[in-house]
């Protein structure tokens, strides 16, 4: 499967622009600089390569990207083509939580808020409950990146990290009476990391 990105048609828009369709409020920057913010989805199906057992499996990548309604119309005019296309590709970037490299720590995490990687935690599932995975004492955070260049991002892949809290997270998902097959996530690269 080739690895396209499009932009996701949103089914109720709250804007009036020229590709309304796109568009989603998102919010006022209230006492920041007074701009309404707005959000376009990206969406990246792909295939990958099961590492334990081989079998080709989807992928399905999303990105949200969010500005103004300016910025956003003057992407979409500039990169979109009559079939919802845009250049690049999504990836992801796996890391334990102590080995963020700094220009993910500055592009990411929001210092001011009490736990700064907490969206971006690696869970064993989307309950609440759910367990962090974890890079034996760390926690894994996954980051989505959008790289709209086609020569830049043919020489990148994606960056996985696979968990080491195993035991913990079979008894969750047992808990829940889930399969005990944990281990479809795929095997990172270690020498990745400092990318």
């Not at 568009?23 to 600089?33: M, S, V």
């Not at 103004?68 to 003057?74: E, G």
């Not at 845009?86 to 736990?115: H, M, N, S, W």
């Not at 760390?138 to 989505?144: D, H, M, P, Q």
Request: net charge negative; hydrophobic share 35%.
């Amino acid at each position: 499967m080739k690895n396209i990105v499009r932009v996701v048609k949103n089914e109720t828009p709250s804007v009036k622009a020229s590709q309304s369709e796109y568009f989603d409020y998102l919010f006022d920057a209230k006492g920041k600089d007074g701009k309404k913010y707005y959000m376009i989805k990206l969406h990246q199906p792909s295939s990958k390569t099961n590492a334990k057992n081989f079998t080709n499996v989807v992928n399905n990548k999303w990105y949200n990207t969010v500005g103004t309604i300016d910025a956003l119309s003057n992407f979409l005019d500039e990169f979109m083509d009559e079939r919802g296309r845009v250049p690049g590709r999504i990836f992801i970037r796996e890391f334990p939580e102590d080995a963020v490299p700094q220009k993910y720590r500055t592009a990411f995490l929001v210092e001011d808020d009490a736990d700064p990687a907490e969206r971006y935690l690696k869970k064993a599932g989307s309950d609440d409950d759910a367990p962090v995975l974890r890079y034996y004492d760390a926690r894994i955070l996954t980051f989505k990146i959008y790289v709209r260049s086609n020569a830049i991002a043919e020489t990148m892949e994606d960056v996985y990290l696979e968990h080491t809290n195993v035991d913990e997270v079979r008894e969750w998902r047992a808990s829940k009476g889930l399969s005990e097959d944990i281990n479809n996530l795929d095997v990172g690269d270690d020498s990745k990391l400092d990318e």
